[in-house]
């Protein structure tokens, strides 16, 4: 597709249980990236991934959060052991290397709810 | 810590007004700044801003850098209710220049 894609688009689960969203980018972009999107705050970043170069995980809040980007292009989130303050819309976006002066696209998110 | 503070959090006009967005920035670097509209989805991007003075434009929506004021500022003039959204400004600031750093982003409620 032309943009960036994501899913699934709704994620319902009980806490304690694993979920894993996917995003798939614009085609040729090198540079993906995870961010979350809680109630009235701004976009919070998770991870980058820059073609093979290992990835900026700094803004995972914790060792329950890991993402992996397979062959340079789709990439999933997973969470294990979900808990209520993971509820969120996890939102990827994707562009070419930073630093070129092209933005950043973004897919339309997962929007997560624990139960 | 980058800071990057958007105001007002929201406001409600009438078709045909003019809105003023502004956003504030405090990083250790500057590259870019970054206007994004956000509806029911995915943010979809409207300027990128890297010189100062410079106005990006684009129909009814326009936007200015001022980096002397560490300051940018939307304008959105004849508005219509489709431009009901929130809008969310964004820094880059090297050497992370990928981590974007948002704004809470204001809401803009457009009634006919």
């Known amino acids: 597709g032309a943009g960036v894609s994501q899913s699934p688009s709704n994620k319902v689960t009980e806490k304690g249980k694993d979920v894993e969203l996917r995003c798939d980018p614009i085609s040729g972009h090198t540079a993906l990236y995870w961010y979350r999107q809680s109630l009235g705050q701004g976009l919070e970043f998770l991870i980058y991934f820059q073609g093979n170069s290992a990835p900026d995980k700094s803004g995972l809040p914790s060792d329950r959060f890991s993402a992996e980007r397979t062959g340079g292009s789709v990439s999933t989130l997973t969470i294990q052991r979900t808990q209520q303050e993971d509820s969120a819309v996890y939102l990827c976006?994707?562009?070419?290397?930073?630093?070129?002066?092209?933005?950043?696209?973004f897919g339309d998110g997962t929007r997560l709810s624990i139960l | 810590e980058d800071k990057v503070v958007q105001s007002p959090l929201s406001l409600v006009v009438h078709e045909g007004d003019t809105v003023t967005l502004n956003c504030s920035y405090e990083v250790t670097n500057f590259r870019s700044l970054l206007w994004y509209k956000q509806e029911k989805k995915a943010p979809t991007f409207l300027f990128m801003l890297?010189?100062?003075?410079i106005e990006k434009k684009s129909g009814r929506l326009s936007s200015i850098l001022d980096k002397k004021e560490l300051s940018s500022i939307l304008n959105i003039t004849a508005t219509q209710t489709g431009d009901s959204a929130i809008y969310l400004c964004a820094v880059e600031a090297p050497p992370n220049d990928y981590k974007l750093s948002f704004g809470a982003g204001t809401t803009v409620t457009v009634r006919a």
């Open positions: 890297t010189s100062s003075g």
């Open positions: 976006a994707s562009s070419l290397a930073p630093g070129q002066g092209k933005p950043q696209h």
